[in-house]
């Protein structure tokens, strides 16, 4: 006897990368950018039942695994946008959240603070303190 199967079509599209995906994508890129001295990872977790916490966030390996957020996303489980980008770096007193209604508006506003020059000075002075 055939065991019915209730589950449907999961078949998985790869049409739309997850904005964990798109981290990940830039993570890989700083890691080999940067050899051993930093390691940059993305970190992933349920928010709520219906949405996504994503944090890309640095290790410093010889400074006692010294431990930095760069990047927190919070988007929906279904359609990802829009969704809730923010600058961890960022020390003001203004929010720095910026909400993001398409794959191309989060690839620019990420793009915006990875390339920032508080993100850039900061990754600078932390390779300095490794050499």
């Not at 990802?80 to 959240?97: F, Q």
């Amino acid at each position: 006897m055939v065991t019915p199967d209730y589950w449907g079509d999961l078949q998985v599209t790869t049409e739309q990368l997850t904005p964990a995906q798109i981290l990940k994508e830039q993570a890989s890129v700083l890691n080999e950018k940067v050899g051993r001295h930093i390691r940059a990872s993305v970190m992933t977790s349920g928010l709520t039942k219906q949405q996504f916490r994503s944090t890309l966030a640095i290790t410093v390996p010889a400074l006692d695994r010294y431990h930095l957020d760069i990047v927190t996303v919070i988007y929906p489980l279904k359609d990802y946008y829009p969704l809730a980008l923010s600058d961890d770096l960022d020390e003001s007193d203004e929010l720095s959240e910026v909400n993001c209604h398409s794959e191309q508006d989060f690839r620019d506003e990420l793009h915006q603070i990875l390339s920032s020059k508080r993100t850039t000075d900061t990754l600078k002075s932390l390779l300095s303190l490794t050499a």
